[in-house]
Protein backbone atom coordinates (compact mmCIF):
# COMPACT_ATOMS: atom_id res chain seq x y z
CA UNK A 1 0.00 0.00 0.00
CA UNK A 2 1.16 3.16 -1.00
CA UNK A 3 1.62 5.89 1.87
CA UNK A 4 -0.78 7.63 0.82
CA UNK A 5 -3.53 5.24 1.33
CA UNK A 6 -1.78 5.01 4.43
CA UNK A 7 -2.44 8.40 5.21
CA UNK A 8 -5.95 8.30 4.16
CA UNK A 9 -6.40 5.57 7.09
CA UNK A 10 -4.57 7.27 9.52
CA UNK A 11 -6.99 9.93 8.98
CA UNK A 12 -10.41 7.85 9.09
CA UNK A 13 -9.10 6.30 12.17
CA UNK A 14 -8.98 9.89 13.77
CA UNK A 15 -11.97 10.82 12.64
CA UNK A 16 -14.61 8.29 12.71
CA UNK A 17 -15.80 5.26 15.05
CA UNK A 18 -16.67 2.69 12.19
CA UNK A 19 -13.66 1.32 10.33
CA UNK A 20 -14.30 -0.40 6.66
CA UNK A 21 -10.90 -1.54 5.19
CA UNK A 22 -12.65 -4.84 3.59
CA UNK A 23 -10.75 -5.70 0.82
CA UNK A 24 -8.21 -3.47 0.95
CA UNK A 25 -5.52 -6.30 0.72
CA UNK A 26 -3.82 -4.72 3.76
CA UNK A 27 -0.60 -6.93 4.70
CA UNK A 28 -0.42 -5.27 8.17
CA UNK A 29 -2.61 -2.82 9.98
CA UNK A 30 -1.47 1.14 10.00
CA UNK A 31 0.24 1.91 13.02
CA UNK A 32 -2.04 5.05 13.57
CA UNK A 33 -4.74 2.46 14.33
CA UNK A 34 -3.33 1.65 17.74
CA UNK A 35 -1.78 4.92 18.84
CA UNK A 36 -5.10 7.10 17.55
CA UNK A 37 -8.00 4.07 17.69
CA UNK A 38 -9.00 4.18 21.08
CA UNK A 39 -12.10 5.71 20.45
CA UNK A 40 -13.13 3.08 17.42
CA UNK A 41 -15.73 1.28 18.42
CA UNK A 42 -16.37 -1.53 14.74
CA UNK A 43 -13.69 -2.31 12.85
CA UNK A 44 -14.31 -4.13 9.49
CA UNK A 45 -11.23 -6.18 7.85
CA UNK A 46 -12.71 -8.41 5.45
CA UNK A 47 -10.49 -10.47 2.92
CA UNK A 48 -7.36 -8.89 3.79
CA UNK A 49 -4.09 -10.13 3.12
CA UNK A 50 -3.27 -10.03 7.32
CA UNK A 51 -1.16 -12.66 8.89
CA UNK A 52 -0.64 -11.59 12.74
CA UNK A 53 -2.19 -8.36 14.44
CA UNK A 54 -0.15 -5.92 15.84
CA UNK A 55 0.70 -6.98 19.88
CA UNK A 56 -0.82 -3.15 21.05
CA UNK A 57 -4.36 -4.40 19.53
CA UNK A 58 -5.80 -4.45 23.09
CA UNK A 59 -4.99 -0.07 22.83
CA UNK A 60 -8.71 -0.21 20.89
CA UNK A 61 -10.81 0.00 24.12
CA UNK A 62 -13.91 1.08 23.03
CA UNK A 63 -13.99 -1.88 20.73
CA UNK A 64 -17.48 -3.42 20.15
CA UNK A 65 -17.29 -5.18 16.79
CA UNK A 66 -14.12 -6.78 15.21
CA UNK A 67 -14.58 -8.81 11.51
CA UNK A 68 -11.16 -10.28 10.85
CA UNK A 69 -12.88 -13.14 8.57
CA UNK A 70 -11.12 -14.40 5.36
CA UNK A 71 -6.91 -13.10 6.05
CA UNK A 72 -4.56 -15.53 6.63
CA UNK A 73 -3.93 -14.67 10.61
CA UNK A 74 -1.84 -17.34 12.25
CA UNK A 75 -2.50 -16.28 15.43
CA UNK A 76 -4.11 -13.54 17.42
CA UNK A 77 -2.46 -11.22 20.58
CA UNK A 78 -3.03 -11.38 24.07
CA UNK A 79 -3.55 -8.10 24.29
CA UNK A 80 -7.37 -9.40 22.71
CA UNK A 81 -8.21 -9.74 25.85
CA UNK A 82 -7.97 -6.20 27.00
CA UNK A 83 -11.27 -5.50 24.36
CA UNK A 84 -13.39 -5.40 27.50
CA UNK A 85 -16.32 -3.52 25.50
CA UNK A 86 -15.97 -6.49 22.58
CA UNK A 87 -19.29 -7.53 22.05
CA UNK A 88 -18.86 -10.04 18.18
CA UNK A 89 -15.65 -11.35 16.97
CA UNK A 90 -15.28 -12.70 13.69
CA UNK A 91 -12.43 -14.67 12.31
CA UNK A 92 -13.43 -17.13 10.44
CA UNK A 93 -11.61 -17.95 7.34
CA UNK A 94 -8.06 -17.88 8.50
CA UNK A 95 -4.92 -20.12 9.54
CA UNK A 96 -5.54 -20.45 13.61
CA UNK A 97 -4.34 -23.28 15.67
CA UNK A 98 -5.24 -21.96 19.06
CA UNK A 99 -6.56 -19.00 20.45
CA UNK A 100 -5.43 -17.08 23.14
CA UNK A 101 -6.16 -17.64 26.64
CA UNK A 102 -6.83 -14.04 27.26
CA UNK A 103 -9.92 -14.61 25.62
CA UNK A 104 -11.41 -15.79 28.92
CA UNK A 105 -11.24 -11.88 29.58
CA UNK A 106 -13.56 -10.49 27.38
CA UNK A 107 -16.74 -10.55 29.76
CA UNK A 108 -18.98 -8.54 27.14
CA UNK A 109 -18.51 -10.97 24.57
CA UNK A 110 -21.65 -12.27 22.80
CA UNK A 111 -20.50 -13.85 19.22
CA UNK A 112 -17.74 -15.77 18.48
CA UNK A 113 -16.62 -16.73 14.74
CA UNK A 114 -14.09 -18.95 14.38
CA UNK A 115 -14.95 -20.80 11.20
CA UNK A 116 -12.81 -22.47 8.83
CA UNK A 117 -9.61 -22.59 11.00
CA UNK A 118 -7.31 -25.43 12.15
CA UNK A 119 -8.23 -26.10 15.81
CA UNK A 120 -7.63 -29.25 16.70
CA UNK A 121 -9.28 -29.28 20.42
CA UNK A 122 -11.64 -26.74 22.01
CA UNK A 123 -10.82 -23.88 23.35
CA UNK A 124 -11.14 -23.64 26.72
CA UNK A 125 -10.83 -20.50 28.27
CA UNK A 126 -13.86 -20.18 26.34
CA UNK A 127 -15.98 -22.01 29.18
CA UNK A 128 -15.93 -19.06 31.71
CA UNK A 129 -17.96 -16.40 28.75
CA UNK A 130 -21.03 -16.20 30.67
CA UNK A 131 -22.05 -13.74 28.19
CA UNK A 132 -21.50 -16.07 24.85
CA UNK A 133 -24.70 -16.52 23.35
CA UNK A 134 -23.68 -17.76 19.77
CA UNK A 135 -19.89 -19.83 19.16
CA UNK A 136 -19.59 -20.61 15.75
CA UNK A 137 -16.74 -23.57 15.39
CA UNK A 138 -17.62 -25.16 11.82
CA UNK A 139 -14.59 -26.12 9.74
CA UNK A 140 -11.98 -27.22 12.08
CA UNK A 141 -10.37 -30.02 13.80
CA UNK A 142 -11.90 -30.61 16.99
CA UNK A 143 -12.08 -34.32 18.03
CA UNK A 144 -14.09 -33.55 21.32
CA UNK A 145 -16.15 -31.01 23.61
CA UNK A 146 -15.22 -30.75 27.06
CA UNK A 147 -17.49 -31.19 30.03
CA UNK A 148 -16.57 -27.62 31.34
CA UNK A 149 -19.09 -26.54 28.48
CA UNK A 150 -21.55 -26.14 31.28
CA UNK A 151 -20.08 -22.97 32.15
CA UNK A 152 -21.14 -21.07 29.03
CA UNK A 153 -24.31 -20.71 30.79
CA UNK A 154 -25.81 -17.48 28.02
CA UNK A 155 -25.14 -20.19 24.98
CA UNK A 156 -27.95 -20.58 22.88
CA UNK A 157 -26.37 -21.50 19.93
CA UNK A 158 -23.60 -23.66 19.09
CA UNK A 159 -22.03 -24.77 15.86
CA UNK A 160 -19.84 -27.44 15.42
CA UNK A 161 -20.74 -29.01 11.62
CA UNK A 162 -17.84 -30.24 9.71
CA UNK A 163 -15.51 -31.25 12.89
CA UNK A 164 -14.00 -34.40 14.00
CA UNK A 165 -16.44 -35.13 17.03
CA UNK A 166 -17.49 -38.43 18.10
CA UNK A 167 -20.18 -37.84 20.55
CA UNK A 168 -20.99 -34.43 22.67
CA UNK A 169 -20.76 -34.14 26.08
CA UNK A 170 -24.01 -34.64 28.93
CA UNK A 171 -23.14 -31.36 30.10
CA UNK A 172 -24.82 -29.70 26.79
CA UNK A 173 -28.13 -30.20 28.67
CA UNK A 174 -26.71 -28.48 32.01
CA UNK A 175 -26.83 -24.68 29.62
CA UNK A 176 -30.16 -23.54 30.76
CA UNK A 177 -31.31 -21.41 27.38
CA UNK A 178 -29.36 -23.59 24.29
CA UNK A 179 -32.16 -23.97 21.91
CA UNK A 180 -29.79 -24.54 18.86
CA UNK A 181 -26.85 -27.27 18.20
CA UNK A 182 -26.19 -27.87 14.78
CA UNK A 183 -23.26 -30.96 14.17
CA UNK A 184 -23.73 -32.66 10.76
CA UNK A 185 -20.68 -34.17 9.12
CA UNK A 186 -19.05 -35.11 12.26
CA UNK A 187 -18.69 -38.88 13.47
CA UNK A 188 -21.02 -38.55 16.33
CA UNK A 189 -22.58 -42.27 16.82
CA UNK A 190 -24.37 -41.20 20.38
CA UNK A 191 -26.29 -38.14 21.09
CA UNK A 192 -26.55 -37.21 24.93
CA UNK A 193 -30.72 -36.37 26.22
CA UNK A 194 -30.57 -33.13 25.40
CA UNK A 195 -33.86 -30.91 26.52
CA UNK A 196 -34.88 -30.00 22.83
CA UNK A 197 -33.18 -33.28 21.11
CA UNK A 198 -37.11 -34.01 19.39
CA UNK A 199 -37.29 -30.26 18.22
CA UNK A 200 -35.66 -29.06 14.90
CA UNK A 201 -33.20 -27.10 16.14
CA UNK A 202 -30.62 -30.38 17.13
CA UNK A 203 -29.15 -30.63 13.39
Partial sequence: MVYSQVKDLVKETRNH????????????????LTENGSHVEQLHLKCNLLTKLPEKFGCLTHLT??????N????????????KSLKILDVANNNLTSLP????????LRSLVVVHNNLKSFPLELCGLKSLS????????????PEAVKGLT?????????????EL?????????LTRVSCCCNNIAYLPALPFA??????
Avoid at 65 to 70: I, M, Y
Avoid at 134 to 145: K, P
Avoid at 198 to 203: I, N, R, Y
Wanted: hydrophobic share 40%; aromatic share 8%.
Fill in 17 to 32: TRLYWNYLRLQSLPQG
Fill in 65 to 70: HCFLNS
Fill in 72 to 83: SLESLPDSLGDL
Fill in 101 to 108: VTLAKLSS
Fill in 134 to 145: ILMLSGNYITSL
Fill in 154 to 166: GLQGLYIDHNLLK
Fill in 169 to 177: PRSLAFLPI
Fill in 198 to 203: SKPTLV
